[in-house]
């Protein structure tokens, strides 16, 4: 097991950004392994920049580092040349801590941000010297787990892995590691033999235990286990109190240029705003504030720990956080920081939240943005993003005002009952929104910013027959059009032949798999960059194994149908998503119910926690035109801590 | 009516190992962060955008070593006063920052910057290189040399701006010496102008010559290259020499030939207020 160093030095000088492979960042780990501990190699797969800021990977590099009975080190899909040249020179996948092959660790866990990379899964698996389909791998080769939101459907991915882990990772990685640890110990045994311990840690889904029915005509019937240590439902994790686990404690800092290089402080996580089309506010419910001073004591100790001067307050819906207005006052005025910026990454459309980033962007502002998401109240209403026109022109007014020059607004088309008149809102919107900023400044401009959009698992929408790529385009044909005669308006769209193949994997089953294997094997990697997307190894793959984009995209499912992820859990009743689709299509919108009583989603109540959030009452101005204020909120009751859990927590055998 | 300048201090650096593949912003960026690290009061520029007033040197070559960096600094008048560094008891800056900055990079010496006017980049005149050369005996590469200095013109064609241009780099070859004993790899020692262009050791090795039986001066490859030295004139030199002549000194002429900051140089005074 040595460094691969010497190889790869001799050949990084022919790579673009050779710097993405050398590791040497600021917080990175050199972990002693041991045949007593299980080695873990944290994969993102794509590249380095995109893969470094992730959070997720970060946190559990760290929490492992700190066990005994574990190390991580960490690996980013090498582009195309690195990849090119690794295969020309014999050498395989390594690690970016100490230049190791992957096929070296017991584990290699893959982060899941986005449908796009799986066949970048494919290719770093071969790229380790791994067998792609988990059935011909032996005791010799690693473990290979997906976590990360992908990993509620991961149906499309079940022939080339042994498990995919839902949820919270902080917790369950321990119980893994437990588990591979005591496989290493025996000398790896059999596969199945692990594949069976795994199963019995809750949030651990091991498909080789499980059986795929379909019904005469080839549709799914359902999955189902077929293995005792198998539950019926996985149930996904979640971590009760985000106060205890204060990761990353030390943020990687790269040496060369990322996205999102800065510091990145979580301030909760969940959200209850209950947007319809929100996978990310539906998974990760409850919602878990991390305490002020905690918030406070990250900032200052990151900042000067990193040399960072931008520091992001992240969650769903930063806005919302109870502590906001005084961990941003304490962060911009404390000199000990010098001339720090704080980053809101997702602003809520008021004049409240406009206030705050005034507070925050003394300098450079350039841009602000917004979310409304949809172009007319009836659309919004469907979608329960329930933002009136008044919230979002008054934000603006606020922000053109204040000195920003230019907003920037996000929209998504092809959503449920979007009628043109609903899309050719969008538009309508952003020309009144230069209007209000012409009034302040001359050169006051709008960028609309379009998303096609792809219907996720566990969310209400799931049901919903995502629109043809003809008909998003079409969509984003009569945006242009209308935007090119809007004075002040620029546009832009994401490319509709993308959401097609990330509606195919998002809500794709196990019959999927070949179609994968086979576009990487016609050389489609990357398929989330723009310069390697091609549909057509899709589409040509879709045809060769008899499927097709009706069946699997575009058709509405129908309420008694089986959906490929009904054998996993994210806590949400299925019921309840069902009558969520209902309210959405009668424009019914739902509450936050964070100050209001609960209407039983499932989340908190099947595990024993409740929503973690400092204040009483919703934030100042947070009127989402639901009618919720302070005046709603005082008399309900929340709760500061999470209740203990109903069974003590289990730990994998 | 005179103004007080900022004072300015010039940091020298060494570059090695598995950072010399980080590109020359990506060094910027690593310096911004550490020197916010050491909470050096380095000056802001003035406007929408204030940014650090940091002169990086003459770029480097990703995947180049290097035993001479530099990076001038310009301090905040005001606040510099009231600090001294030197003294303090967290340990003199030097040391200070190489506990911040990546392995890899060490400052070599700091020190109050002097030479006013031209900058880092404009007062370098050439560098000396020190090349293992790959897959090529002594004997193989001292014919490669004596072809290059014997060479009355050395045509390399790079793009500039999107455009072909083709310059004779051979003005720009100083000195070339070859040492090594077999099985030991080749040392190619190179002193080579950065005036009104720094050719590139690279450039260099893979260069064809023109006129001469091609086939005794097959392009030679690098295993590493690394920048020994960057070299000004001596400023009693430079004051009589002409602009044009400059570039056609004898820079491998000891004592025409300075360092901007040599490897000696003690701690810095970093706050020494001009008189």
């Known amino acids: 097991m040595s460094s691969l160093w010497p190889e790869l030095e001799r050949v990084l000088g022919e790579v673009q950004k050779p710097a993405r492979y050398i590791g040497c960042e600021d917080g990175m780990i050199i972990p002693a392994h041991h045949p007593d501990k299980a080695a873990w190699l944290l994969i993102y797969p794509d590249t380095y920049e995109v893969g470094l800021p992730n959070q997720g990977l970060q946190i559990l590099y760290e929490i492992l580092n700190e066990r005994p009975d574990a190390v991580a080190e960490r690996s980013y899909a090498p582009w195309t040349d690195l990849s090119a040249v690794l295969r020309r020179e014999g050498l395989p996948l390594f690690s970016l801590d100490t230049h190791r092959a992957a096929g070296d660790f017991d584990v290699l866990a893959f982060n899941l941000s986005a449908e796009l990379v799986y066949t970048n899964l494919l290719e770093c698996l071969d790229l380790a010297g791994i067998p792609i389909l988990a059935a011909d791998r032996g005791p010799e080769h690693p473990l290979v787990l997906v976590g990360g939101h992908c990993s509620y459907n991961p149906e499309p991915l079940v022939d080339f892995i042994d498990a995919a882990v839902l949820g919270d990772g902080e917790e369950v990685v321990s119980e893994i590691s437990v588990v591979v640890a005591a496989w290493k110990a025996e000398g790896r045994t059999a596969r199945e033999d692990v594949h069976v311990a795994l199963a019995g840690i809750t949030g651990v889904y091991v498909p080789s235990l499980y059986t795929a029915d379909h019904s005469e005509d080839g549709a799914l019937a359902g999955v189902r286990p077929v293995h005792p240590a198998a539950p019926e439902k996985v149930e996904k994790r979640t971590i009760a109190d985000l106060a205890e686990w204060p990761y990353p404690k030390n943020q990687l800092v790269p040496l060369t240029e990322v996205v999102h290089d800065r510091l990145n402080v979580e301030v909760f996580r969940g959200c209850t705003r209950g947007c319809r089309f929100c996978q990310a506010g539906m998974i990760t419910r409850p919602v878990r504030e991390r305490p002020a001073d905690q918030v406070r004591t990250m900032v200052a100790d990151g900042l000067r720990r990193t040399g960072y001067d931008e520091v992001a307050l992240t969650s769903l819906s930063t806005a919302d956080f109870s502590g906001i207005q005084e961990v941003v006052e304490d962060t911009v005025s404390d000199d000990a920081c010098g001339q720090v910026s704080v980053s809101l990454p997702s602003l809520r459309v008021d004049a409240f939240t406009v206030g705050i980033a005034a507070q925050i962007q003394r300098a450079r502002r350039t841009g602000l943005t917004f979310a409304p998401e949809a172009g007319t109240w009836r659309m919004r209403q469907v979608i329960n993003k329930l933002i009136s026109e008044e919230d979002l022109y008054g934000a603006v007014e606020s922000a053109f005002s204040q000195g920003w020059r230019r907003v920037k607004l996000y929209f998504l088309t092809g959503l449920p009952t979007e009628t043109d008149e609903d899309t050719l809102g969008i538009i309508e919107m952003a020309k009144n929104c230069v209007e209000i900023g012409r009034r302040h400044q001359k050169g006051a401009s709008v960028t609309v910013s379009i998303g096609g959009f792809v219907p996720k698992p566990f969310t209400p929408f799931q049901w919903f027959g995502q629109n043809t790529e003809q008909e998003l385009h079409r969509k984003v044909g009569l945006l242009r059009d209308a935007a090119r005669k809007a004075r002040g308006v620029q546009i832009k769209w994401h490319d509709t032949r993308a959401s097609v193949v990330e509606g195919l994997l998002s809500r794709g089953d196990r019959r999927l798999g070949p179609v994968i294997e086979d576009v990487w094997r016609n050389g489609g990697v990357f398929q989330e960059w723009g310069e390697h997307f091609d549909l057509e190894l899709w589409t040509d793959a879709m045809a060769r194994h008899g499927m097709s984009f009706e069946d699997h995209v575009y058709r509405h499912r129908h309420e008694d149908e089986a959906l490929p992820w009904d054998h996993l859990s994210a806590g949400l009743h299925k019921d309840f998503l069902w009558q969520d689709w209902r309210d959405a299509l009668d424009e019914v919108g739902l509450e936050d119910c964070r100050w209001i009583p609960c209407y039983d989603c499932g989340a908190c109540t099947g595990y024993g926690i409740e929503h973690v959030v400092a204040s009483a009452v919703p934030p100042a101005g947070g009127s989402q035109g639901t009618g919720q204020g302070p005046e709603h909120g005082g008399g309900v009751p929340v709760a500061l801590s999470a209740r203990p859990p109903r069974e003590p927590a289990e730990v994998g055998s | ?275």
């Open chain 2, 1 to 275: 009516m005179s103004v007080v300048g900022n004072p300015k201090i010039l940091v020298r650096f060494s570059k090695a190992g598995k950072v010399r593949f980080t590109s020359h912003r990506d060094v910027a960026r690593i310096w911004e962060r550490a020197l916010r690290r050491v909470a050096l009061p380095v000056a802001y520029s003035e406007g929408f955008s204030p940014r650090p007033k940091i002169s990086y040197g003459l770029a480097l070559p990703t995947g180049y070593e290097s035993a001479g960096e530099y990076l001038g600094v310009e301090l905040d008048r005001e606040k510099a006063e009231s600090l001294q560094l030197r003294d303090s008891p967290e340990g003199d800056l030097r040391e200070r920052l190489n506990q911040v900055l990546p392995e890899g990079i060490r400052v070599q010496a700091i020190a109050p910057l002097e030479r006013g006017g031209e900058s880092l980049q404009q007062a370098v005149i050439a560098c000396t290189w020190a090349i293992e050369v790959d897959g090529a005996d002594s004997a193989e590469v001292e014919v490669w040399a004596s072809g290059i200095l014997e060479a009355e013109e050395i045509l390399v064609e790079r793009e500039r701006k999107g455009k072909k241009v083709t310059d004779d780099v051979r003005p720009l070859v100083h000195s070339l010496d070859v040492s090594g004993s077999p099985g030991d790899g080749v040392q190619l020692t190179a002193v080579l102008g950065t005036q009104p262009r720094a050719l590139r050791p690279t450039e260099l090795l893979e260069a064809r010559l023109e006129g001469t039986s091609g086939s005794t001066h097959p392009p030679l490859s690098a295993l590493s290259v690394c920048r020994m030295k960057q070299w000004m004139l001596r400023e009693s030199q430079e004051s009589q020499e002409s602009q044009e002549s400059r570039n056609q000194t004898k820079i491998t002429q000891g004592d025409a030939r300075v360092e901007p900051l040599s490897v000696d140089a003690g701690p810095a005074a970093l706050v020494e207020t001009r008189a």
